[in-house]
């Protein structure tokens, strides 16, 4: 029993299976697209947020190492995915590399560790853009009410769960609508909205460092690394420590783009430009805008819900224009995140359940749109429903911890298939093996590692609830273990 519970997929049944499972869905996204894709989906809340509250509190100037540090992490289970993606073209992501390597429980486990990165990452994204979108409003004298914009739920460590006076977010919940009903009408109209929405925001974004370069003042830099205030994780080297597990959120998402394989029209080329590509841009912005917003205002002025509001608001009277600008650009911002997790999630569970680890309907193809479409609306409606009741923290927290376990085991998976298939024709090999995938897999370790007691209790009790539906449904539907007589 124990070896069923760890039987793999051949690759050559799996390229077998990606032609036929690839008959309804549309090969339309080339590089570009991939990589715009990567773009919209990695950057949002991190750039426009996490870098001056994590500066303010943690790591000061120093937030730039930080950044460079979660960005290692990311390049080295990049260069991991970017392998598998090339050598196994298939919509499961993680999920599907697993299956290969590791068999199929550990696929199941990262599959559903993908649904809390995937799932919770659109409502912990689509509850920041309720934020700002309120705030937009209030700028043109529209007043929200705040029971309908915010939690009903709030958790606090030490007090646990309580209620609030909220009924709902409905701004959360609209946008994640609005997006899910993109990714259901097909793959086309959801890219080329994502590629409007991040022209927008790389717009915005190079508007800023134009107007704020001059306005650089490098005694904001200095001490570039804070004396640590004896307390680990305040300042100091421990401090950019903590400021990199802070802003490792703000570089998830491009792994989403190993879900989007049978959609694009040369994966095994495509798929590691991508990645690479889009991981590559939003580091090198992420860098720029961090020294731009450091050296406008003192890092102890950025603990606040709108750090670069702070910053446009120290120009000067003249550049108050560009602080609604940019509230429009984060919107867009937030907005394509969202679409690129609902269609990375939708993919998921499409490929769980052509193995049949998922009921039958999840695997159906729209004949009109082309699409999993009731796969996207279950998603859809699944992340509505946590972005109307759960406070951002809770959701944030979950997301991270669900994709360092996908980067461990995808960085694990690399080393197990150079191991035991090392003649395998691979279009995109991760060099210089076994150090990328074995510091990949040890630093998301470590940095899981680093999250607090409630975040390990509630992926734990996440964990459950899919060994649950894994033994009652999976294991008995399984196709590679009941395969279909001809």
Known sequence: MSKQLFVKKSLKDLLGQASQSSRGLTRSLGPVNLTAMGVGAIIGAGIFVLTGQAAAQYAGPGILISFVLAAM???????????FASLIPIAGSAYTYAYVTMGELTAWIIGWGLTMEYLFSAATVSVGWSGYFVSLLKDFGIQLPSFLAGSPLSYEIGIGWTTTDAIMNLPAMFIVAIMGTLVCIGIKAAAG?????????MGVILLFIGCGVAFINLDHLIPFIPENTGEFGAYGFSGILRGAGVVFFAFIGF?????????????????????????????????????ILLGIVPYTMLDVPDPIAIAV???????????????????????????????????????MANDGLLPKPFSQISKRFHTPFFTSIVVTLAAMLLAGVFPVGILGQLTSMGALLAFAIV????????????????????????????????????????????SWWQMFIWMVIGCIIYFSYGIKNSKIRHPVKK
């Open 255 to 291: 792994d989403a783009l190993s879900t989007l394989a049978q959609e694009a029209r040369n994966p095994q080329k495509d798929l590691p430009i991508g990645m690479l590509g889009s991981l590559g841009i939003s580091t090198l912005a992420y860098i720029v805008i961090g020294i």
């Open 193 to 201: 909205f994502n590629n409007l929405m991040v022209i927008i925001k």
């Open 73 to 83: 992490i990311c390049i080295f289970a990049a260069l991991c995915y970017a392998e």
């Open 411 to 454: 960085c694990f998976g690399i080393l197990i298939l150079r191991y035991k298939q090392p003649l395998l024709h691979r279009p995109f090999k991760t060099p210089f093996v076994p150090w990328i995938p074995l510091a990949g897999t040890l630093c998301c370790i470590i940095q899981m590692l680093a999250f607090p007691a409630v």
């Open 313 to 351: 608001n120290a120009l000067g009277p003249k550049f108050i224009w560009l602080r609604l600008v940019l509230k429009f650009a984060i919107l867009a911002g937030l907005t394509s995140v969202v679409l690129v997790m609902i269609l990375g999630q939708s993919r998921i569970f499409y490929t």
